[in-house]
C-alpha cells in the first residue's frame, strides 16, 4: 500500500475520527505488528496538537496463550496498575484509537466459559471508569490489515503479502479514504444527519422487520428515542466520528419490548471465535432461545454475559447497496460487516438516542428504558428482501426500508 495513501487514512483518522485537540493526550491500542502504521497515526496526531500518543499494544498469540495457561482466578484479574490507568483515564479524557486488524477466529478452540466468565469478572470492575468517561471523551475504531485476517477475507491469494494488499485497499475503500478522504466524511455526514432528521420527525414508536429468510420481529422504541449516525460530539461539544468506517443510521430501542425472531446474514467474530448461521428469539424484549450451526456455546455464554445481555442496545439501518455491501467483501471484522447490512446490538444501549439524554442521570435514563450492560455486540440481519415499517406514536405506518433499502430520499 502507497505511504501516501496510508498517511492521508492516519491523518482522517486523527482528524476527523478523533478530532485530537491541542494539549490533549492520546492512547492508541493496536497490535504490535502494526507498528508501523501506529506511527503514522501519531505523527497526525502530534500535528493536531496532542500533548502525548500512548501506544497499547496487544498481541492475539499471547493473548491465546493467556487465556489458555493462566488460572480463571489470574484471567479475572484487574490489576492495580490497570486500575490506575482506568481512573487516569476518566480524570484526564484522553483520545482513544483502537485499531482492528486480529485474525477473526484466532481464539478458536479456547474454554469459551472460562473465558467468557473471566471478561464478566474484569468488565465488573472496568464498566465504572467507563461509565464515567460516557459522552464526554472522543474515541474511534476503526482497522489495519493484518496478514492472518487477509489471508481469510482473501483464500485465494497466493501469499500472505498479497493478501495483505488486497485488505488494505478494501478497508481504504470502505473507509472512503481515497480521494480526498476528509471531504468524503464531510459529504457522508451530512447525508447521515438528513437521514436522521428525517426519521426523528416522523414520532416513530415501533420498527417491524420482516424478511424471506424467516426474520420477523416488532421493536419498541422509547418517546424520547431519537436516531443518530455519523458525526458525534461530546458534552463539551467536540465532534468525532467513532467508527470508521460507518454506514448506519442508529437508534437505542426500549428495554423489554421486543417480539419475534431474527435470522443473522452473515457471521459474528465475538472475541476471537466465529459464530455463524444463528437465529435469536426474543419474548418480552429478551432473548429467550438461540441456536448456531457454529459457536453456539459461543452465542449463549454471549447472551449470559450479565443480566442486560440478553437485551438489544441498539437498532442499526444500513442499506443493502451500501459501499460495503456492494463490494462483495466478507471481512469477518464487526466494523466492516456491520456496515454491509442492517443489524441490532445486544447490550448496552446509547444515551445519546435519547433526547435530551444530557439531562437525565444514569438512573433515569434506565427507568426511560436505556439497556445497560458490560457488552455490546452488532449483529447482522439485513437482505436484500427487507422491509421495515415505522409504527408512529399517531399509529400511521411508514415504509423505512423497502427490499433492503432505504424507502425515502434526502435533499442532495
Known sequence: MQKTVLKNYAKLLAKTGLNVQKGQDVIVTADISQAEFVLLVAEECYRAGARKVFPEWTHQPLS????EQRSLEQLSRVFPWEEAGLKWQARTLPAHLYIMSED???MRGIDAEKYADAMRARSAVIKPYRD????KDQWCIAAAAGEEWAKKVFPKEKSGAAAVERLWNAIISASR????????WAAHNKDLAARCAFLNGLGISSLEYKSGNGTRLRVGLMKESVFAGGEEKTLSGIPFNPNIPSEEVYTTP???DAEGIVYSTKPLSYQGQVIRNFSIRFENGKAVEAHASQGETVLKKMLAADEGASYIGECALVPYDSPISRSKTLFYNTLFDENAACHLALGRGFDN?????EKYSEKELKALGVND???????????DDLDIIGITDTGARVQIFKDGNWAFETEK
Open 373 to 383: 450492560s458490560a457488552i455490546h455486540v452488532d449483529f447482522m440481519i439485513g437482505t
Open 132 to 135: 464515567e468517561r460516557e459522552n
Open 104 to 106: 477473526p477466529d484466532g
Open 254 to 256: 426500549k428495554r423489554g
Open 177 to 184: 479514504a481515497d480521494g480526498n478522504p476528509m471531504a468524503n
Open 353 to 357: 438516542c435519547v433526547r435530551d439524554f
Open 64 to 67: 491465546r496463550m493467556n487465556a
